[in-house]
């Protein structure tokens, strides 16, 4: 199995950020509204990504772009997006937080050693 780098130093789980376990669990397993197949169409360096799904391009925000190009290149750009859990899946196994509003994000937050 191929692996990519490790997660973006960040200690948030709000939009756009790290995802959270149960919200993955959640998003994966949601029988009512499954993930839908799509593609990954573009992602830019501040983090801002398209992909097309179900016949529409959608736009999210992530705050780890480097990371989700790696997932997504290991599926050739297939992805999956969960919009009620706000994740995009890529790679197989790997799961980001979509922030759905791409211009109302707040930086990244490292708690510091003391």
Known sequence: MSSI???RPCDLYSAGHNPHWIQISKGANDLADPP???RLLNVSSDG???FEVGGQ???IWNHD???LIEAA???SGRIR?????RLLFAGGSYAFCANTLPYEHVPCKVRRAI
């Open 5 to 7: 780098r490790a997660p």
């Open 36 to 38: 839908q197949w799509g």
């Open 48 to 50: 801002l990504v398209c």
């Open 57 to 59: 391009v959608k736009q």
């Open 65 to 67: 772009p480097l990371r």
């Open 73 to 75: 290149a290991l599926s």
């Open 81 to 85: 997006y969960q919009k009620r859990w």
